[in-house]
């Protein structure tokens, strides 16, 4: 941004804060808001359906197509299958005991485990992150210990020579 140009640090989708320059945590915060909507009205408005209202409700500038929409979309469609992955790791819990926020933090990490070339350990920590922001106090211990359940169980590796010696 040229330095004449002040800014309250709140732009728009093309812009700073909500575009391609919007950080990673922003951009995970985002898609976490967007689910949280979709799961609240209980999958029945659509993700653009969302984005058009929260583009109203908030001023913000989030693109039908841009990264946020795309990937809340992506987890939606998949939320069954992603929950099943997790659900083997619920030793002593059910998953009607886990509030929405945790569940919702966990399809975001397997999703972007399983789609996106992240290294794990990134992964685990902004899950982490998302879960002392907007789930219950200590949800963040169980998020870490499911998510890291999985990486193991599903071999998810950041190192390919360390994949390869393993094999």
């Known amino acids: 941004m040229p330095p004449d140009h002040e800014s309250d640090g709140h732009e728009t989708e093309g812009g700073a804060i909500l575009g391609h320059n919007a950080s990673r945590r922003e951009t995970r915060a985002l898609i976490f808001h967007v689910l949280y909507v979709a799961e609240s009205l209980d999958y029945e408005d659509s993700i653009d359906q969302i984005i058009d209202n929260l583009n109203r409700g908030f001023g913000l500038s989030l693109e039908p197509e841009g990264e946020i929409a795309t990937t809340a979309r992506s987890i939606v469609a998949h939320r069954e299958e992603l929950d099943a992955l997790y659900q083997p790791f ?13 569940k919702l933090v ?3 990490a397997i999703w ?19 879960a002392k922001c907007f789930a219950e106090q200590d949800a963040y211990k169980f998020v870490n210990g499911i998510l890291d359940q999985i990486v193991k169980t599903l071999r998810v590796s950041d190192n390919p020579a360390e994949e390869s010696v393993s094999n």
């Open 112 to 130: 972007e485990l399983q789609s996106t070339d992240t290294d794990s350990r990134i992964v685990i920590n902004e899950a982490i992150e998302l």
């Open 90 to 102: 619920l030793q002593n819990w059910h998953l009607d005991r886990i509030s929405v926020c945790t």
């Open 106 to 108: 966990l399809r975001y």
